[in-house]
């Protein structure tokens, strides 16, 4: 019962009302377990000893663990208050109360709601409220307030040390409680937060009910690791399902957030605040085939820098595909380089090596602070990005190019935006959306433009297959390998994105996936895909690193040499 409810009930005017307020705004809530001793004193009860009011309080087995997880009203008696104040019983017998006609007896027998007894009568709190309990207390008092003594501000030395002893009273296994969770204190205190305030994590874990207490979130404190670390799939995952010692991760049918159980049980001692993490056990909680989380089966690696072109990635290259990939990439382009590097120049014939690389790099400065940077841009804007100078030799060739071009540098923009978000900006929620596959915009954008790429390779195979069929003898032929690896990857991706989908339970936001979503609605027929998954995931990547590697020696070598002619041509030009 609220003291609003109270007052209506009552039928206060409104300036009684607000001058009430006013004389409880020092009142503490009463399921709590500790306050100011100091305003206790200076309260009207404060000439009392604890045990006048708390007499059934058992002193060998306080607090009892039988009652710490009760409502406040269960540990109130109103005989407690009617002992000293018989006035209110006889006038609540008669229907008043503090001078006002009351319609319900049972909704003021419950005095705490409104009327905080540590804090009774106090009209100014006392010049010094923290951080000791006051000295004039008897040792009976003493030994009480050692534990309900409000510690002060939060995270200082005294107030940390306060509510360990307030909270290690029952958890230090050395008490021998065994209704209670125990911990082993001596290994406590080599934990990452041993010098934190239990309160911090444990949001009012001194007040009654105990065991319903709030859980706090980690990220109030920490931020979210990189994708290089724990992987956009660890977005719905608890952290403390990862780093938490002596707990199940858990996956509640209502919930698309990967949570968490204790498994230690009353009376046992737990490690559960050591926060150890060993990749190669810990990951086995989840990663194991037939688990209900929706985890696959496998520890994947995180997307390395060969993905960046469609995926929000990471600047680090640990599997093997991406590894292999790249050394034949850049071996490729090496051997193209060479060709450079091999010719002879105008007036250097006789120039090593060496001193063209250098001469390159000189020359690439120089336009960089030259005005030819401007019909570069110009250059780079116009006929690379928007690809206008094909626009205008064909419409057609346009379009078909556009189809596979522009989803593929939108998906990479987007991707470098999640990437420099997350690590520069990670507490803005708006990056975090760009990596989250499920998120309605992100499912939307990567399946929409998978689409349009498929379509752009279907369109430019067709046209392809049919201006071979008119070229005459000795010139190159459609680049129809890369083309199929391109529609391959992306068959790959779709089917890969739907099992992730139907494994996770078909989360919500995913539906805006709608090839992705679609599939995934076909694979949940199939039971348990945990295994399936992980083979599908390495088979887009393979097909991915075989792109990328075949890249240099392909007709798609356009894609990288086009842009450094397109810039060395207009820093040619004359202006």
Same mark, same amino acid.
């Given at each position: 019962?609220?003291?609003?409810?109270?007052?209506?009930?009552?039928?206060?005017?409104?300036?009684?009302?607000?001058?009430?307020?006013?004389?409880?705004?020092?009142?503490?809530?009463?399921?709590?377990?500790?306050?100011?001793?100091?305003?206790?004193?200076?309260?009207?009860?404060?000439?009392?000893?604890?045990?006048?009011?708390?007499?059934?309080?058992?002193?060998?087995?306080?607090?009892?663990?039988?009652?710490?997880?009760?409502?406040?009203?269960?540990?109130?008696?109103?005989?407690?208050?009617?002992?000293?104040?018989?006035?209110?019983?006889?006038?609540?017998?008669?229907?008043?109360?503090?001078?006002?006609?009351?319609?319900?007896?049972?909704?003021?027998?419950?005095?705490?709601?409104?009327?905080?007894?540590?804090?009774?009568?106090?009209?100014?709190?006392?010049?010094?409220?923290?951080?000791?309990?006051?000295?004039?207390?008897?040792?009976?008092?003493?030994?009480?307030?050692?534990?309900?003594?409000?510690?002060?501000?939060?995270?200082?030395?005294?107030?940390?040390?306060?509510?360990?002893?307030?909270?290690?009273?029952?958890?230090?296994?050395?008490?021998?409680?065994?209704?209670?969770?125990?911990?082993?204190?001596?290994?406590?205190?080599?934990?990452?937060?041993?010098?934190?305030?239990?309160?911090?994590?444990?949001?009012?874990?001194?007040?009654?009910?105990?065991?319903?207490?709030?859980?706090?979130?980690?990220?109030?404190?920490?931020?979210?690791?990189?994708?290089?670390?724990?992987?956009?799939?660890?977005?719905?995952?608890?952290?403390?399902?990862?780093?938490?010692?002596?707990?199940?991760?858990?996956?509640?049918?209502?919930?698309?957030?990967?949570?968490?159980?204790?498994?230690?049980?009353?009376?046992?001692?737990?490690?559960?605040?050591?926060?150890?993490?060993?990749?190669?056990?810990?990951?086995?909680?989840?990663?194991?085939?037939?688990?209900?989380?929706?985890?696959?089966?496998?520890?994947?690696?995180?997307?390395?820098?060969?993905?960046?072109?469609?995926?929000?990635?990471?600047?680090?290259?640990?599997?093997?595909?991406?590894?292999?990939?790249?050394?034949?990439?850049?071996?490729?382009?090496?051997?193209?380089?060479?060709?450079?590097?091999?010719?002879?120049?105008?007036?250097?014939?006789?120039?090593?090596?060496?001193?063209?690389?250098?001469?390159?790099?000189?020359?690439?400065?120089?336009?960089?602070?030259?005005?030819?940077?401007?019909?570069?841009?110009?250059?780079?804007?116009?006929?690379?990005?928007?690809?206008?100078?094909?626009?205008?030799?064909?419409?057609?060739?346009?379009?078909?190019?556009?189809?596979?071009?522009?989803?593929?540098?939108?998906?990479?923009?987007?991707?470098?935006?999640?990437?420099?978000?997350?690590?520069?900006?990670?507490?803005?929620?708006?990056? &975090?959306?760009?990596?989250?596959?499920?998120? %309605?915009?992100?499912?939307? +954008?990567?399946?929409?433009? !998978?689409?349009? =790429? *498929? #379509?752009?390779?279907?369109?430019?195979?067709?046209?392809?297959?049919?201006?071979?069929?008119?070229?005459?003898?000795?010139?190159?032929?459609?680049?129809?390998?890369?083309?199929?690896?391109?529609?391959?990857?992306?068959?790959?991706?779709?089917?890969?994105?739907?099992?992730?989908?139907?494994?996770?339970?078909?989360?919500?936001?995913?539906?805006?996936?709608?090839?992705?979503?679609?599939?995934?609605?076909?694979?949940?027929?199939?039971?348990?895909?945990?295994?399936?998954?992980?083979?599908?995931?390495?088979?887009?990547?393979?097909? &991915?690193?075989?792109?990328?590697?075949?890249? %240099?020696?392909?007709?798609? +070598?356009?894609?990288?040499? !086009?842009?450094? =002619? *397109? #810039?060395?041509?207009?820093?040619?030009?004359?202006?």
């Amino acid at each position: 019962m609220t003291c609003t409810t109270v007052m209506r009930k009552l039928k206060i005017p409104f300036f009684l009302l607000a001058g009430l307020l006013v004389s409880l705004a020092t009142i503490q809530p009463a399921n709590a377990w500790r306050f100011d001793g100091r305003h206790y004193e200076a309260s009207a009860h404060g000439v009392f000893s604890c045990r006048e009011c708390h007499y059934d309080i058992r002193m060998h087995m306080h607090p009892d663990p039988e009652k710490v997880n009760q409502q406040p009203y269960e540990s109130f008696a109103p005989n407690a208050c009617y002992s000293c104040h018989p006035n209110v019983q006889n006038d609540l017998e008669t229907g008043t109360h503090a001078g006002f006609d009351i319609a319900e007896r049972s909704i003021h027998e419950q005095c705490i709601d409104c009327h905080d007894p540590h804090a009774a009568g106090i009209t100014a709190a006392p010049e010094q409220a923290f951080p000791d309990p006051p000295e004039t207390l008897s040792s009976e008092d003493a030994a009480c307030m050692a534990c309900h003594h409000d510690p002060g501000p939060a995270q200082t030395p005294a107030a940390i040390q306060r509510t360990q002893n307030l909270c290690m009273h029952c958890h230090d296994a050395a008490q021998n409680m065994a209704q209670v969770k125990q911990l082993d204190l001596q290994a406590y205190k080599y934990t990452p937060h041993a010098n934190m305030d239990c309160m911090a994590c444990h949001i009012n874990a001194d007040a009654y009910p105990h065991d319903q207490q709030k859980k706090t979130d980690c990220l109030e404190c920490h931020q979210r690791h990189r994708e290089s670390v724990a992987h956009d799939a660890h977005l719905t995952v608890s952290c403390e399902a990862c780093h938490l010692q002596d707990v199940t991760p858990e996956k509640p049918d209502e919930s698309d957030r990967i949570l968490w159980e204790r498994t230690a049980m009353p009376g046992q001692v737990s490690s559960i605040h050591s926060m150890r993490f060993d990749k190669d056990n810990d990951c086995s909680r989840c990663h194991v085939p037939g688990n209900p989380l929706g985890a696959a089966a496998m520890v994947l690696p995180p997307k390395s820098v060969a993905c960046m072109p469609c995926h929000s990635a990471t600047l680090t290259a640990s599997d093997t595909v991406s590894i292999i990939a790249l050394l034949i990439f850049l071996g490729g382009i090496i051997l193209v380089l060479g060709i450079y590097f091999t010719a002879s120049l105008p007036g250097r014939e006789n120039q090593s090596s060496l001193g063209k690389f250098v001469l390159l790099i000189g020359s690439a400065l120089k336009t960089l602070f030259s005005s030819k940077i401007v019909p570069i841009g110009r250059a780079i804007f116009w006929d690379v990005l928007l690809q206008d100078r094909l626009r205008k030799r064909s419409l057609k060739r346009w379009i078909i190019h556009g189809l596979i071009f522009f989803p593929i540098f939108g998906r990479f923009l987007y991707g470098l935006a999640a990437l420099v978000g997350t690590t520069f900006f990670a507490d803005t929620g708006l990056f &975090w959306s760009m990596v989250d596959k499920n998120h %309605p915009v992100t499912a939307f +954008l990567f399946d929409f433009t !998978g689409i349009c =790429i *498929l #379509a752009g390779v279907v369109l430019a195979w067709r046209r392809g297959s049919a201006a071979d069929q008119t070229k005459p003898g000795g010139l190159p032929r459609q680049d129809k390998p890369a083309l199929a690896l391109l529609a391959a990857i992306v068959v790959a991706g779709f089917l890969t994105e739907g099992i992730r989908i139907s494994l996770t339970g078909m989360p919500e936001g995913a539906g805006f996936a709608l090839i992705g979503y679609s599939i995934g609605l076909f694979f949940s027929v199939f039971g348990d895909l945990s295994t399936v998954y992980g083979y599908f995931w390495y088979l887009h990547a393979i097909l &991915w690193g075989a792109f990328l590697a075949y890249l %240099p020696f392909s007709n798609m +070598l356009h894609i990288i040499m !086009g842009p450094v =002619i *397109l #810039a060395i041509n207009a820093a040619r030009e004359k202006h």
